[in-house]
């Protein structure tokens, strides 16, 4: 064989190898898609204090472990304990308010015994001598007079029976129930809640990173100060180009291979498939659509994002943020399981180069 035969032997080799790669891409792109926009991802929690004052201590230090109700910082408590003190003076003026309420109330009654006890007595005065009026033995005058003093009987005893229902409304259903003493418990709860948000705790297991935060700090409520990433709740999110996930369901696997962890490979699950990205978001403001302008023949693919899960627990190595390159394939083949595994250990390989 000449070499002028050789050249066109091995040429004709690579175009036959070029086009069963193109279509082997072409399908394997439907069947198992891989991508290396994959990130593993996590929630981050950003703590503020519940209340306002100075640092007066800082218990953790950076990119430290801490478990669910660790103090992570504290902020000066004595203007919360003084608040406190005064809300218990206020609790006790309150039931001092609510003994005279109790005294009020025995007058009342007594008041409204004694207006009953003349409203009867003008009643039937006035009863009588509307009888004898009738007879023509006493004058109209006196008629009206006693008329008059039934009024006003019965007016004071209305008033007395209202005063009673005032004091009753402030006092409650029992002791310890009036309007002043609930209201100084509510003003003691607050008291001690502050105080005891004064301490910062963890809100779970997880790590303090980024401390930028030193004693003496002003703190501000609901100004966070500090980066908390909760253990546990990371997991490996990838981005696909559209028509490679168009066909996947719950029956899809996934393989990832992380940057951090070159030469591993590690099985994941489909968890769920977001419903929309953020360049088809519109927001309601007033202004006309702004229409996309592209003059490319072939435009860029639109890529969408796939979550994924996994029974275990995520190296220690990693982080929010982790590069990650990903594969999915079908459960039920197990040519495109094949395929997808030698896909991924390549590349979990190559990440040993780069």
């Not at 190898?17 to 950003?46: C, K, M, N, S, W």
């Not at 033995?137 to 209305?158: C, G």
């Not at 908390?228 to 981005?239: C, E, K, N, R």
């Not at 627990?313 to 394939?329: D, H």
Request: charged share 20%; glycine share 4%.
């Amino acid at each position: 064989m000449t070499a002028d035969q050789k050249f066109r032997h091995w040429m004709k080799t690579l175009i036959v190898l070029f086009i069963v790669l193109f279509l082997y891409i072409i399908i394997a792109d439907r069947h198992v898609p891989l991508t290396t926009e994959g990130r593993v991802q996590g929630y981050v929690v950003q703590i503020a204090p519940e209340v306002s004052g100075k640092v007066t201590d800082v218990r953790i230090g950076n990119n430290q472990m801490v478990k669910k109700g660790d103090v992570l910082f504290t902020v000066d408590q004595r203007k919360y304990s003084i608040a406190l003190e005064q809300a218990n003076l206020s609790l006790q003026s309150a039931y001092e308010k609510e003994a005279t309420l109790y005294s009020q109330r025995e007058a009342a009654i007594a008041n409204i015994a004694r207006a009953q006890a003349t409203f009867d007595n003008a009643n039937r005065e006035y009863s009588r001598l509307l009888k004898l009026s009738k007879q023509k033995v006493i004058s109209q005058s006196s008629v009206d007079n006693a008329y008059a003093q039934n009024q006003v009987a019965r007016a004071t005893l209305k008033a007395e029976q209202q005063n009673l229902k005032v004091i009753d409304a402030q006092l409650g259903e029992k002791k310890g129930q009036s309007t002043a003493v609930r209201i100084a418990n509510n003003g003691i709860e607050k008291a001690q809640l502050d105080l005891t948000n004064t301490a910062v705790l963890a809100p779970s297991d997880g790590v303090v990173t980024n401390l930028q935060l030193e004693v003496g700090t002003m703190a501000k409520t609901n100004m966070p100060l500090l980066t908390f990433v909760p253990t546990g709740s990371m997991w490996v999110a990838a981005d696909f180009r559209e028509k490679s996930v168009a066909n996947a369901d719950d029956t899809f696997h996934a393989l990832v291979a992380f940057d951090a962890n070159p030469g591993s490979v590690y099985d994941f699950d489909l968890s769920s498939r977001d419903y929309g990205v953020a360049a088809a978001q519109q927001t309601p403001d007033g202004a006309l659509t702004k229409v996309e302008v592209n003059n490319r023949w072939v435009r860029d693919a639109q890529r969408t994002r796939v979550n994924l899960k996994s029974e275990e627990t995520l190296p220690q190595s990693l982080f929010v943020g982790s590069r990650a390159t990903i594969v999915l394939y079908p459960g039920d083949s197990p040519f495109w399981e094949f395929m997808a595994k030698t896909q991924i250990h390549l590349a979990s390989w190559f990440h040993f180069i780069y």
